[in-house]
């Protein structure tokens, strides 16, 4: 059933009217499939098991083979409506390798016999059941690996299982295989959610000891309602900022930087939470519901939900949902302190579950509006400096 619209996140957005003023839709080129609702872990800040909605309880625990045919058809249909040139794939759970491997095998061959574009297929896992019989899967199946990790055993202990045991080790050993000649051309990089009671260098060099492409720095979710574990999020990442910047060649790209660094110097990023880019991303869960940013679920039960199912309803119809079009309408989402902001195009409000207040939606600051300020000043003058350094260096020759 489709959501009260007093439940929607814009309690004013009108669609026909945002459509009216020239907001059209974006289609959707990355596709989340949460292909098992279970987890062999119980981390302590899971927004999917610990934070406000429960939906998974009634989840299917694995996608079935005839929703998965379906999400195939629905993702083959929006890719040759709008002719895209290529689409992204990602495994999501729960735990997306508890789906076993000849599973996600015949999901693999589905999507690249069936969707007209090129299709790239990742997995994001906790790394614990990550051994050599499934990367040779993987290898031939040519699907690329995340691995979630926040840093050395200390940092790393809030993904534990569920008798508390810590799940470093196993991790550590899968990432070692990972990054071996063998398969590093899956390692698609580590994925870390920020502990700002550990230390941010220490946490940002336990990563590199596995030898990651990329890594990806993420928040706590949080909101007005539900804030941030601790405090000092925004000198954390300066911390880790200072180091990876100053480094004498680029050990790892982090792709919060990196595209935060682009948007300082007036580009476009690419990454949700920055800049005003339009979102192109939406989740099917394992009972073939089609939703929206899956860390939405933090904010309230039923944030996420679009009232819509790939049995009966086209990607399309995801476009017009209001949930959508607010986080495909740029400035003209954002709260009017935003809209103020002399860094409003850099910061772009923050992510979208960031904001939430209950009574008021999503129209207002990031509740890591004070970080996401001291982060992009301190990067702003950085690379401000150099480019003056660079500048002087020239004009002396």
């Known amino acids: 059933m489709t959501p009260h619209p007093a439940r929607w996140p814009l309690l004013d957005l009108d669609v026909p009217r945002a459509r009216a003023a020239g907001h059209k839709p974006v289609p959707f080129q990355q596709f989340v499939l949460k292909i098992h609702s279970r987890c062999n872990l119980a ?4 927004y999917v098991y610990e934070m406000a909605d429960q939906a998974w309880r009634d989840m299917p625990m694995r996608m079935s083979r005839a929703t998965a045919d379906k999400t195939v ?33 015949g999901l693999a061959g589905s999507l690249r016999d069936r969707v007209p574009a090129q299709v790239r297929i990742s997995v994001q896992t906790n790394g614990t059941l990550l051994r050599r019989p499934v990367l040779e899967a993987f290898r031939t199946l040519g699907i690329h ?43 698609g990089g580590i994925l870390c959610t920020v502990d700002a009671r550990s230390d941010p260098v220490t946490t940002y060099e336990a990563l590199l000891k596995f030898g990651p492409p990329a890594v990806d720095l993420l928040l706590p979710h949080a909101n007005w309602d539900c804030p941030p574990p601790g405090s000092g999020h925004g000198d954390w990442l300066i ?8 480094a004498p060649a680029q050990e790892t790209r982090i792709r919060l930087f990196a595209e935060l660094i682009q948007l300082v110097l007036g580009q476009a990023a690419a990454v949700e939470g920055l800049g005003l880019l339009p979102t192109t991303l939406v ?27 790939v049995a009966a309803d086209s990607f399309d119809a995801a476009l017009d949902h209001p949930t959508t079009v607010a986080r495909q309408m740029g ?57 003056r350094r660079l500048s002087k260096a020239r004009s002396r020759r």
């Open 145 to 187: 690996v995340g691995v979630s990790l926040d840093g050395d055993a200390e940092a790393n202990g809030r993904r534990r299982y569920a008798g508390g045991r810590g799940s470093f080790e196993e991790v550590a050993e899968g990432l070692r295989l990972l990054a071996s000649a063998e398969f590093r051309d899956l390692y």
């Open 73 to 105: 058809e629905r993702i083959a249909e929006h890719a040759g409506r709008h002719g895209l040139p290529g689409v992204e794939v990602i495994l999501h759970g729960g735990e997306p390798l508890l789906a076993g491997t000849e599973w996600i095998s």
């Open 283 to 309: 989740v099917i869960d394992t009972d073939g519901s089609i939703k929206q940013l899956d860390s939405l679920s933090s904010a309230y039960p039923g944030a996420a939900g679009t009232g819509l199912h």
């Open 331 to 387: 400035a003209d989402a954002l709260a009017p302190q935003c809209q103020a902001c002399q860094i409003m195009r850099i910061c772009g409000g923050g992510l979208y579950p960031h904001r939430y207040r209950g009574g008021e939606g999503f129209r207002n600051p990031s509740v890591y509006c004070d970080d996401l300020i001291r982060l992009i000043t301190h990067v702003s003058d950085r690379v401000a400096a150099d480019l």
């Open 239 to 246: 911390a880790v900022f200072d180091r990876w910047y100053g």
């Open 43 to 46: 981390c302590s800040y899971c």
